[in-house]
T-cell receptor, first 113, second 118 residues
Framework: EAGVTQFPSHSVIEKGQTVTLRCDPI?????LYWYRRVMGKEIKFLLH????????ESGMPNNRFLAERTGGTYSTLKVQPAELEDSGVYFC???????????FGSGTRLTVV | AQKITQTQPGMFVQEKEAVTLDCTYD???????LFWYKQPSSGEMIFLIY??????QNATEGRYSLNFQKARKSANLVISASQLGDSAMYFC???????????????FGQGTILTVHP
């Protein structure tokens, strides 16, 4: 079974630009999660999709972040406009069950300069 | 208050020795799950072991075991017979089931960097 795929693996953008991160979950996994780790801090939950619906977006930092999940398959996380504090590693995870079995991707390292 | 606390920023262990990575948690939910993930330098988060709050026995997966002490709210990871490839960052995480329902949201600790010496 293919794992969770995230791309790009790295992105360097200037402050004020837009960046879109993509996550391809494991096929058949209805649950999809986004997390972020800012340098030196804990990994923080951003949001949770069940199929194409947002179950919980309580961790989204502000309205510059927009997440979508097209047809319950892949998901995108857009940051517009990017700020310096958005730099960090963005992880995506997927699972069949909401209780366990979360498989993480390798993350996208975002650097805003 | 921190929900997940990993008090050891870094740990060192000799190859083939056992090592314990500490994790304490704080929750008022009777139903929850505890996870350990390994993050090598390549960046991916690798699932190691899971313990449910109602599980009577400590979880084990190969060389990994979870020392679950519910009354003390601790969930320490024990790695036996350390290998050089165990050098990585280790994260403890908790899933809380508010009202008995899980939505899968994980809360992570700060992580512990483990270095295995030959």
């Amino acid at each position: 079974e293919a794992g969770v795929t995230q791309f790009p693996s790295h992105s360097v953008i200037e402050k004020g630009q837009t960046v879109t991160l993509r996550c391809d979950p494991i096929s058949g996994h209805d649950n999809l999660y986004w997390y972020r780790r800012v340098m030196g801090k804990e990994i923080k939950f951003l949001l949770h999709f069940v199929k194409e619906s947002k179950q919980d977006e309580s961790g989204m930092p502000n309205n510059r972040f927009l997440a979508e999940r097209t047809g319950g398959t892949y998901s995108t996380l857009k940051v517009q406009p990017a700020e310096l504090e958005d730099s960090g590693v963005y992880f995506c995870a997927s699972s069949r069950s909401s209780y366990y079995g979360y498989t993480f991707g390798s993350g996208t390292r975002l650097t805003v300069v | 208050a921190q929900k997940i606390t990993q008090t050891q920023p870094g740990m060192f262990v000799q190859e083939k020795e056992a090592v314990t990575l500490d994790c304490t948690y704080d929750t008022s939910d009777p139903s929850y799950g505890l996870f350990w993930y390994k993050q090598p330098s390549s960046g991916e988060m690798i699932f190691l072991i899971y313990q449910g709050s109602y599980d009577q026995q400590n979880a084990t997966e190969g060389r990994y075991s979870l020392n679950f002490q519910k009354a003390r709210k601790s969930a320490n990871l024990v790695i036996s017979a350390s290998q050089l490839g165990d050098s990585a960052m280790y994260f403890c995480a908790m899933r809380e089931d508010a009202g008995g329902t899980s939505y899968g949201k994980l809360t992570f600790g700060q992580g512990t960097i483990l270095t295995v010496h030959p």
